[in-house]
Each structure stands twice: as structure tokens, then as C-alpha cells.
């Protein structure tokens, strides 16, 4: 399977830890995303990244949250001194970008955290 | 900002007949609408999208939508469901300006009964 893939695909962690999650998009595909999703809401988008630039950065992600995405390729995702308001599920995407408007992206099955 | 309503938490349909999940949008500039599923213990799969073009886009599994740009709404329709089209539904939007980071909906759950 190709797809977006996720590792891990479960953590638990406890409050004030230090937790990154790794994301490997599809292989030619240079837009990278990062949502999160909670019980019973859409998805919230975070971040995203064409090639190795990071492009925009939602009002959720806090200062504790930072997204690399070193060589263009795989992105990780770190959320630091967690707190129980992080739990959540959280989603990586991706999309070919050709200069002509959104295209649809992929997702992953997700991260999900839990913050004890 | 831009924001996606969907009124129905859940939808029931029984099993053959048409239906019809509702999402309603908000955003400066052009819209281009998405529809996602999400089945259990998997990952959103995408079904369809409006960029431009005709108002009605076929999508997979035998769906579609409509957009309404006067009505701000982009439906999905099914002309005869199947008890497997059960799933969680999620409508999304975004501009394009600069960003292609889309808002989701709280999404529908679509209940087909045999």
C-alpha cells in the first residue's frame, strides 16, 4: 500500500511529556498537512508544508507544537509538556500541488494521543 | 474566515431509496468544496470535488453533488443508497488563497437500513 502512513498509530502519554509523531506521505506528492481531529468534530486543519517550507500555520497550533519537513519527504509533528487538551486524533495529508487551484489530498489513518 | 456547516447529525435512509446529505459553506472569495468519508478504523477517503466548471460533479461510488453558489450549499446525492454507504460524512471548504488547509464540517452520520 502507497498511502499516507502513520506511525505510531496509537500513544499514550503522561501530562507534561514530550511527544513527535512521524508522517510519510505519498511519494511524489510535495503538500504535506497536519489536522486534528476530536470526538464528534471535523477535522481542524494545523499546518501544511509544500516541499520543505512551511506555509501556514493555524491559530491552533500553539507555541508547544512545532512541524518539520526536513528533505521535502516524510514531516513529523511535536507537541511539547502535553496536556490533557491535546488529545486528540491527529491526521496527516497529502496532495500534488500543480499551481492551478486545491487538489484533493489523501489522508492517513491518523495518531491517535491520549494524555493521561 | 470560512466555516461548513452540516445541520444533520444523522441522516436514516432505507436501503434503495435517494438521498441527500446537506452542507451549507461560507468563504471569501471562490469556494472549492469538498466531500470526505470516514469509515471505522480507517482513514477520510475523498469522494468528489467542485473547482469550477458544472454545478453537478460525479464522484465515487456512485455519488454526487450539486453546488449552488446563490444557496451557498453543495449537497451530496446518492439516487439509490446501499446498506455499505454507512459512514461518517464530512463536507470541506477552502479558498485557495495561498492555502489550500480546508474546513470540515462536523460531519453526518449516514445510517442505511436494509
Known amino acids: 500500500d502507497t498511502g499516507v502512513s502513520q506511525d505510531p498509530r496509537h500513544k499514550i502519554t503522561k501530562r507534561g511529556q514530550n511527544v513527535t509523531f512521524r508522517c510519510d506521505p505519498i511519494?511524489?506528492?510535495?503538500?504535506l498537512y497536519w489536522y486534528r481531529q476530536t470526538l464528534g468534530q471535523g477535522p481542524e486543519f494545523l499546518t501544511y508544508?509544500?516541499?520543505?517550507?512551511?506555509?501556514?500555520k493555524s491559530r491552533l497550533l500553539s507555541d508547544r507544537f512545532s512541524a518539520e519537513r526536513p528533505k521535502g519527504s516524510f514531516s513529523t509533528l511535536e507537541i511539547q509538556r502535553t496536556e490533557q487538551g491535546d488529545s486528540a486524533m491527529y491526521l496527516c495529508a497529502s496532495s500534488v500541488y500543480m499551481g492551478t487551484g486545491p487538489t484533493e489530498a489523501f489522508f492517513g489513518q491518523g495518531t491517535r494521543l491520549t494524555v493521561v | 474566515a470560512q466555516s461548513v456547516a452540516q445541520p444533520e447529525d444523522q441522516v436514516n435512509v432505507a436501503e434503495g431509496n435517494p438521498l441527500t446529505v446537506k452542507c451549507t459553506y461560507s468563504v471569501s472569495g471562490n469556494p472549492y468544496l469538498f466531500w470526505y468519508v470516514q469509515y471505522p478504523n480507517r482513514g477520510l477517503q475523498f469522494l468528489l470535488k467542485y473547482i469550477t466548471g458544472d454545478n453537478l460533479v460525479k464522484g465515487s461510488y456512485g455519488f454526487e453533488a450539486e453546488f449552488n453558489k446563490s444557496q451557498t450549499s453543495f449537497h451530496l446525492k446518492k439516487p439509490s443508497a446501499l446498506v455499505s454507504d454507512s459512514a461518517l460524512y464530512f463536507c470541506a471548504v477552502t479558498s485557495g488563497g495561498g492555502a489550500d488547509g480546508l474546513t470540515f464540517g462536523k460531519g453526518t452520520h449516514l445510517i442505511i437500513q436494509p
Open positions: 508544508f509544500q516541499n520543505e517550507a512551511q506555509l501556514e
Open positions: 511519494s511524489e506528492h510535495n503538500r
